[in-house]
Protein backbone atom coordinates (compact mmCIF):
# COMPACT_ATOMS: atom_id res chain seq x y z
CA UNK A 1 0.00 0.00 0.00
CA UNK A 2 1.92 3.44 -1.33
CA UNK A 3 0.81 6.93 -2.03
CA UNK A 4 3.13 7.85 -4.66
CA UNK A 5 7.09 6.95 -3.54
CA UNK A 6 5.95 6.66 0.06
CA UNK A 7 5.02 3.08 1.39
CA UNK A 8 2.25 2.75 4.00
CA UNK A 9 2.61 -1.27 4.38
CA UNK A 10 4.18 -3.90 2.31
CA UNK A 11 4.41 -7.89 2.54
CA UNK A 12 1.05 -8.06 4.24
CA UNK A 13 -0.42 -11.95 3.64
CA UNK A 14 -3.88 -12.70 5.25
CA UNK A 15 -6.82 -14.71 4.46
CA UNK A 16 -10.62 -14.76 6.06
CA UNK A 17 -12.61 -17.25 5.78
CA UNK A 18 -16.47 -17.33 5.20
CA UNK A 19 -18.14 -16.28 8.81
CA UNK A 20 -15.26 -14.58 10.17
CA UNK A 21 -15.10 -12.31 12.66
CA UNK A 22 -11.76 -10.79 11.37
CA UNK A 23 -10.02 -7.97 13.64
CA UNK A 24 -7.84 -5.93 12.20
CA UNK A 25 -5.07 -4.18 14.77
CA UNK A 26 -2.21 -1.89 14.97
CA UNK A 27 -1.26 1.38 16.61
CA UNK A 28 -2.27 4.70 15.05
CA UNK A 29 -1.50 6.06 11.67
CA UNK A 30 -0.44 2.26 10.84
CA UNK A 31 -2.57 1.63 7.57
CA UNK A 32 -5.74 0.02 9.19
CA UNK A 33 -8.01 2.46 7.04
CA UNK A 34 -6.65 2.27 4.35
CA UNK A 35 -6.32 -1.20 4.21
CA UNK A 36 -9.45 -1.42 4.93
CA UNK A 37 -9.97 1.01 1.80
CA UNK A 38 -7.99 -1.65 -0.44
CA UNK A 39 -9.80 -4.66 0.79
CA UNK A 40 -13.46 -3.03 -0.45
CA UNK A 41 -11.89 -1.43 -3.65
CA UNK A 42 -11.89 2.18 -3.05
CA UNK A 43 -8.10 2.19 -3.81
CA UNK A 44 -5.76 0.04 -5.57
CA UNK A 45 -2.72 -1.25 -4.14
CA UNK A 46 0.51 -0.60 -5.28
CA UNK A 47 1.65 -4.31 -5.75
CA UNK A 48 -0.23 -7.78 -4.90
CA UNK A 49 -3.84 -8.67 -5.14
CA UNK A 50 -6.93 -8.55 -3.63
CA UNK A 51 -8.91 -12.35 -3.98
CA UNK A 52 -12.41 -12.76 -3.64
CA UNK A 53 -12.66 -16.53 -3.71
CA UNK A 54 -11.00 -17.53 -6.95
CA UNK A 55 -11.51 -13.55 -8.10
CA UNK A 56 -8.54 -11.04 -8.35
CA UNK A 57 -10.19 -7.72 -7.11
CA UNK A 58 -8.26 -5.24 -9.46
CA UNK A 59 -7.69 -8.16 -12.41
CA UNK A 60 -11.87 -8.57 -12.76
CA UNK A 61 -13.45 -6.72 -15.15
CA UNK A 62 -15.70 -3.33 -14.30
CA UNK A 63 -18.96 -5.58 -14.28
CA UNK A 64 -17.59 -8.37 -12.18
CA UNK A 65 -15.86 -5.98 -10.11
CA UNK A 66 -19.36 -3.80 -9.54
CA UNK A 67 -21.00 -7.07 -8.64
CA UNK A 68 -18.49 -8.38 -6.01
CA UNK A 69 -19.07 -4.90 -4.29
CA UNK A 70 -22.63 -5.41 -4.35
CA UNK A 71 -22.18 -7.88 -1.67
CA UNK A 72 -20.05 -5.77 0.62
CA UNK A 73 -21.65 -3.64 3.66
CA UNK A 74 -19.50 -0.83 4.82
CA UNK A 75 -19.80 1.30 8.02
CA UNK A 76 -17.50 4.35 8.31
CA UNK A 77 -16.29 6.14 11.73
CA UNK A 78 -18.72 8.95 11.11
CA UNK A 79 -21.51 7.05 9.61
CA UNK A 80 -21.45 9.37 6.61
CA UNK A 81 -25.02 9.79 6.18
CA UNK A 82 -26.07 12.10 3.60
CA UNK A 83 -27.06 15.10 5.61
CA UNK A 84 -29.71 16.05 3.15
CA UNK A 85 -31.36 13.24 3.48
CA UNK A 86 -33.58 11.49 5.78
CA UNK A 87 -32.47 7.82 7.52
CA UNK A 88 -34.97 6.54 5.33
CA UNK A 89 -33.54 8.23 2.03
CA UNK A 90 -30.20 7.47 3.21
CA UNK A 91 -31.03 3.65 3.46
CA UNK A 92 -33.13 3.90 0.18
CA UNK A 93 -29.82 5.07 -1.78
CA UNK A 94 -27.83 1.27 -2.42
CA UNK A 95 -31.97 0.05 -3.34
CA UNK A 96 -32.38 2.68 -6.04
CA UNK A 97 -29.21 1.89 -7.28
CA UNK A 98 -28.73 -1.31 -7.25
CA UNK A 99 -32.39 -2.99 -7.46
CA UNK A 100 -35.24 -2.42 -9.60
CA UNK A 101 -37.80 -2.39 -7.07
CA UNK A 102 -41.12 0.09 -7.24
CA UNK A 103 -40.49 3.10 -4.25
CA UNK A 104 -42.74 1.56 -2.44
CA UNK A 105 -41.16 -1.50 -1.59
CA UNK A 106 -38.03 0.37 -1.27
CA UNK A 107 -39.21 2.41 1.68
CA UNK A 108 -40.59 -0.60 3.09
CA UNK A 109 -37.37 -2.17 3.38
CA UNK A 110 -35.57 0.75 4.95
CA UNK A 111 -38.41 0.59 7.59
CA UNK A 112 -37.08 -2.78 7.73
CA UNK A 113 -33.25 -1.98 8.17
CA UNK A 114 -33.91 1.17 10.66
CA UNK A 115 -36.11 -1.13 12.36
CA UNK A 116 -33.80 -4.60 12.59
CA UNK A 117 -30.91 -1.70 14.43
CA UNK A 118 -33.72 -0.26 16.83
CA UNK A 119 -34.69 2.85 14.81
CA UNK A 120 -37.79 2.13 13.77
CA UNK A 121 -39.91 5.39 14.42
CA UNK A 122 -37.24 7.36 12.74
CA UNK A 123 -37.34 6.97 9.46
CA UNK A 124 -38.07 10.61 8.46
CA UNK A 125 -35.52 12.20 11.07
CA UNK A 126 -32.51 13.95 9.39
CA UNK A 127 -29.15 13.02 10.80
CA UNK A 128 -28.74 16.15 12.78
CA UNK A 129 -31.95 15.25 14.27
CA UNK A 130 -30.04 11.80 16.25
CA UNK A 131 -27.31 11.22 18.57
CA UNK A 132 -23.71 9.93 17.48
CA UNK A 133 -25.31 6.82 18.58
CA UNK A 134 -27.88 6.48 16.33
CA UNK A 135 -26.04 7.75 13.33
CA UNK A 136 -23.60 4.61 13.57
CA UNK A 137 -26.86 2.77 13.67
CA UNK A 138 -28.27 3.72 10.94
CA UNK A 139 -25.16 4.14 9.09
CA UNK A 140 -25.31 0.08 9.89
CA UNK A 141 -28.65 0.14 8.46
CA UNK A 142 -27.35 1.56 5.31
CA UNK A 143 -24.62 -1.18 5.44
CA UNK A 144 -27.18 -3.51 5.33
CA UNK A 145 -28.94 -2.48 2.41
CA UNK A 146 -28.64 -4.83 -0.13
CA UNK A 147 -28.19 -8.00 3.11
CA UNK A 148 -24.17 -7.76 1.98
CA UNK A 149 -22.08 -11.21 2.15
CA UNK A 150 -19.00 -9.32 3.95
CA UNK A 151 -19.35 -6.50 6.16
CA UNK A 152 -16.79 -4.09 6.68
CA UNK A 153 -16.16 -1.69 9.51
CA UNK A 154 -13.72 0.85 10.17
CA UNK A 155 -13.43 2.02 14.13
CA UNK A 156 -17.57 1.53 14.32
CA UNK A 157 -16.81 2.27 17.96
CA UNK A 158 -15.13 5.46 17.81
CA UNK A 159 -16.40 8.57 19.48
CA UNK A 160 -19.46 6.62 21.32
CA UNK A 161 -19.32 6.24 25.14
CA UNK A 162 -19.07 3.12 27.05
CA UNK A 163 -22.55 2.06 27.01
CA UNK A 164 -23.04 2.83 23.29
CA UNK A 165 -20.61 1.13 22.18
CA UNK A 166 -21.31 -2.16 24.03
CA UNK A 167 -24.79 -1.68 22.34
CA UNK A 168 -23.28 -1.56 18.82
CA UNK A 169 -20.97 -4.17 19.74
CA UNK A 170 -23.91 -6.66 20.62
CA UNK A 171 -26.05 -5.12 17.34
CA UNK A 172 -23.11 -5.76 15.21
CA UNK A 173 -22.76 -9.66 16.54
CA UNK A 174 -26.82 -9.89 16.06
CA UNK A 175 -26.71 -8.80 12.49
CA UNK A 176 -23.97 -10.82 11.58
CA UNK A 177 -25.61 -13.76 13.15
CA UNK A 178 -28.89 -13.50 11.33
CA UNK A 179 -27.56 -12.19 8.08
CA UNK A 180 -25.22 -15.14 8.27
CA UNK A 181 -22.20 -12.36 6.82
CA UNK A 182 -18.63 -12.54 7.07
CA UNK A 183 -17.33 -9.29 9.46
CA UNK A 184 -14.34 -7.31 8.89
CA UNK A 185 -13.52 -4.99 11.59
CA UNK A 186 -10.65 -2.17 12.07
CA UNK A 187 -10.90 -1.26 15.53
CA UNK A 188 -8.02 -0.73 18.02
CA UNK A 189 -11.09 -0.50 21.43
CA UNK A 190 -9.85 -3.82 23.19
CA UNK A 191 -13.60 -3.62 24.48
CA UNK A 192 -15.27 -3.78 21.88
CA UNK A 193 -11.88 -6.79 20.62
CA UNK A 194 -13.18 -8.70 23.71
CA UNK A 195 -16.45 -8.44 23.51
CA UNK A 196 -16.97 -9.85 20.18
CA UNK A 197 -16.72 -13.96 20.56
CA UNK A 198 -15.41 -15.72 17.92
CA UNK A 199 -12.49 -13.60 16.17
CA UNK A 200 -9.43 -13.96 14.35
CA UNK A 201 -7.24 -10.87 14.42
CA UNK A 202 -4.51 -9.48 11.86
CA UNK A 203 -1.93 -7.52 13.57
CA UNK A 204 -0.28 -4.64 11.38
CA UNK A 205 3.45 -4.19 11.96
Known amino acids: MAFGD ?33 MVGLQ ?34 SGALWSSLTLAENIALPLNQ ?8 IRELAELKLALVGLSGFEDY ?29 EPSAGLDPISAHLLDELIMQLR ?6 VIMVTHELD ?5 GKTRFFLIP
Not at 126 to 152: H, N, Q, T, V, W
Open 44 to 77: RPAKGQVMFADVSYWDAEPEQRNKLMRQFGMLYQ
Open 98 to 105: YTDLPGKS
Open 177 to 182: DSLGAT
Open 192 to 196: SIFAI
Open 6 to 38: FIVQHDLNFSVSQGDIFIIMGGSGCGKSTLLRH
Open 126 to 154: YPSEISGGMKKRAGLARAIALDPDILFFD
